[in-house]
Structure formats: structure tokens, C-alpha cells
């Protein structure tokens, strides 16, 4: 980073980070970096700019963005802000700057290398999403509620609640994202996210234990041994994700 340059810093949100790129825009002026609070890490000598969250300046670029570069484009600044990289507010800023400017035409120019990044991440965004409805394992608690834990590398909970909340329209639900903190929570009406301690216990049902069994005696039945290939499986099915599943669980 060169001396003097400006950072931005913004509150963590998505709103948060709409309002810095509407400040830079009209301020014109051009941040080397937009940065979460939790994630601003000063060097010396650079200049240090935090952005208030504005709700009027968040939806005009909110409502800009399909309208003036492509719905399409939306949707890769949303997957990018819900990715694990450390540089996602620059990543949308730089994107957004170049959108503006390029329209909708901006998607095809992948030798840039912030839009190749942008498609790059919201990419492995949207496909963890999709392991993820795969892979959530619910168990019964006390109360009846379903509980699932798990730990992805984005925050996917937002991408993954429509499915559940179709599938399992009838049943109350939790699932808890212990790597951001965070669980949606459904009611057979509507979800919503809300902070989740990870240190709470879950008191499961006296009935989930054998269903536990069960599941687990029935993974091992249907596999055949013949076929078992460890290497497509853990190509298919991550072992980071294991840990949380209950066929892999001891």
C-alpha cells in the first residue's frame, strides 16, 4: 500500500458497504481499500475514513445497480459481500466503480482482474450454498425444534433458508452458523438471522440418540465395499464438513 492512501471503513454490513461506495462516488474520491471495522489493520502514514451506514444512500445504490449495470451484477456484489475474502468491500467498490462506467458490458470484461475476481468468488460462493443444503443434518431438541449446526467457510445462512423453509414448510428450525455466530431461526411462518453464542448447549429429544443409530446403521448398510472410494468422496463431500454430519460423527 502506498503512503498516504485512503482506506475506508465501514461497519461490517451490507448496507454499511453500499453507503462507502456512495460516499467515494460523490466525495470523488477513490479508497485503496474498503474494510470492515473488525477487519481495518493500519499502516503508517495512511489516511483513515470511517463511513457512517447512511439507509438513503445504501438503497440509491441498491436500486442504481440493476438499473444501471445489470441484475446480474447485484447479485455478484451480494455473493462477494457474503464471501470469507478479506477484500471483499474493495472487490465490490472496484467492480462497481467499473460498472458504472461500463454498464452491463462489464461482466465480459474478465481481463480486468477485479471482475475476474468478483465472478471467481461469488462463484465458490454460490456452490458452497449448494453443498451446504446438502450436507445440514437436523436433530430434535427437547422442545421438537430441529437443530443443525455448521460451519462454512461463507456465510451462506441467508442462501440456504428459502430451501429449508420450502422443504420443511410445517417444522420449526434452527440452524446455527457456528463459524460467523449467527442462526436462522424459522417458526413454520417466516425466518430470520439473528447473533447465535456458540457456547449454548443444545438438549437434544431422548428419542434423537437412536435415530442418530439408526441413520448411521443404515449409511453403513447401503454403501458397498467393493466400490468405496474415499478419494471421489471426500471430492464430493469436504472432510472439514464431516464434523457436523451425523453419519460421520462418533
Known sequence: ??????????????????????????????????????????????????????RAKYEAVYRSI????????LFNVRRVYLSDDAERGTLVFNYLKLGFHLGA??????????????????????NEACRMREFVRFSQMENGVLFSKIEPDNNVLEMICPYFADRLSALPWVIADARHGLAAVYDTKRWEILPY???????????????Q???????????????KNDRQ?????????WKNMTEFRI
Open 197 to 211: 453464542d456458540t457456547a449454548n448447549i443444545v438438549a437434544y429429544s431422548p428419542e434423537e440418540e437412536a435415530y
Open 1 to 54: 500500500m502506498q503512503d498516504g492512501s485512503l482506506i475506508y471503513v465501514y461497519d461490517g454490513s451490507f448496507e454499511g458497504l453500499l453507503s462507502a461506495v456512495h460516499t467515494a462516488y460523490y466525495s470523488r474520491e477513490d479508497p485503496e481499500q474498503i474494510v470492515d471495522a473488525g477487519g481495518c489493520q493500519q499502516a503508517l502514514f495512511c489516511r483513515v475514513r470511517e463511513v457512517e451506514t447512511d
Open 105 to 126: 458490458r462489464v461482466d465480459m470484461d474478465m481481463q480486468n482482474r477485479w471482475v475476474a475476481r468478483v465472478h471467481r468468488t461469488a462463484q465458490r460462493v454460490s
Open 213 to 227: 443409530k439408526l441413520w448411521k446403521r443404515f449409511y453403513n448398510i447401503i454403501g458397498i465395499e467393493s466400490r
Open 66 to 73: 440493476p438499473k444501471k449495470i445489470s441484475p446480474n451484477a
Open 233 to 241: 468422496r471426500r471430492q464430493c463431500m469436504p472432510k472439514k464438513y
